[in-house]
């Protein structure tokens, strides 16, 4: 048996739910799995249709944070367990070293939850939590970096990165939504993030303002919602882009798919925003495993999720100019369709049935 406390799981929405939900899955082809996770809003539905054992944590964050330690202390101690699986350096931080003893234990690190300054309150917590793990796992070599660089420098440290389950089968309604919305537009572009300063959305804007000279059908969809809302609202209307800009804050899954299939080019050109970074990028994968190339950040992890030149492009999204040069270059001569051609191939490395047994191999 395998147990799994996170503090983010679906149907809460976000990466790492994702990468949470699809590594319980995946351990289920190897025994079974019992995850502990905070409730959300509709979590009785999900976990209705989940095939896992799910233990739903309620109450204020304070108390809920060690009430959850506690069940998870006593599941272990109680069970027969081949590992345990932490989402965050937060959710192994009050679990007993002990009790940890009698199993193999993985705390997994993004980037954003470890950008703590060296000899910080919140560093020093982070180091001695994850001292607690047999094996810390980094979602990409440049979060591996990060966290040798903020003070951790164990040897345990192993990079796997996130797994990908898609692509999903489309639905037909879902795939008129997407027709609606795209029409006989040229280039179709996506992006699916929260809108928040680190992912670039404004320099999108103001590229795809620069850009309709040469491509006056051009059509941009940014999937998801934050707190730039209101800012980037304000931007696209100051720059005339009502037409051209669709910003969908709440979708379906099956409707994201089907605009992601439509989609020609998905866009997500990363920055450092204050503490935030970009330390993988799974959209990415999600994007290649329906064919489409993608333009990445430098700063981040994203080098793991995009091969440069072959899968699609890296830049500085925080400069227009070079945002603007990427987007010409990826579209003259078609080579946003070889690029995608290689996307999808790349997408299958990161099959959860593969990813999966380099977690079984370190236990």
Known sequence: ?????????????????????????????????????????????????????????????????????????????????????????KSIENINSEVLKKTRSFCLIHSKEINHPTGS????????????ADFVIANSNFTKNLIIKLGYREKNIEVINPGCNYPKEVEISSKEFANTIYGNSFPKLITVSRLDGRKSHQNILMTIKNLLPRFPNLKYVSIGDGDEKENLERLKNQLGLTKEVSFIYKSSEQEKLALLEKSDIFIMPSVIFKKSVEGFGISFIEAASYGKPSIGGVHGGEADAIVEGKTGHLCDGGDLSALYSTLLKILNNDNYKKLGINALEFSKNFKWEKIIKKYIKLI
């Not at 406390?5 to 990466?15: A, M, V």
């Not at 019992?34 to 233990?55: E, G, R």
């Not at 809920?64 to 109680?78: G, P």
């Not at 917590?125 to 001292?131: K, N």
């Open 121 to 132: 309150s919140l560093n020093k917590r982070m180091i001695l939590s994850l001292g607690k």
């Open 1 to 89: 048996m395998f147990l799994v406390s996170t503090r983010n799981f679906p149907p809460d929405i976000g990466g790492i739910q994702n990468l949470m939900e699809g590594l319980s899955n995946a351990l289920l082809n190897h025994g079974p799995v019992k995850v502990f996770a905070d409730n959300y809003k509709d979590s009785d539905n999900y976990d209705k249709k989940s095939k896992l054992d799910i233990h739903r944590i309620s109450g204020f964050k304070i108390f809920k944070k060690y009430r959850k330690a506690n069940l998870v202390n006593e599941f272990i101690k109680d069970n027969s367990l081949r590992a345990v699986f932490f989402d965050h350096w």
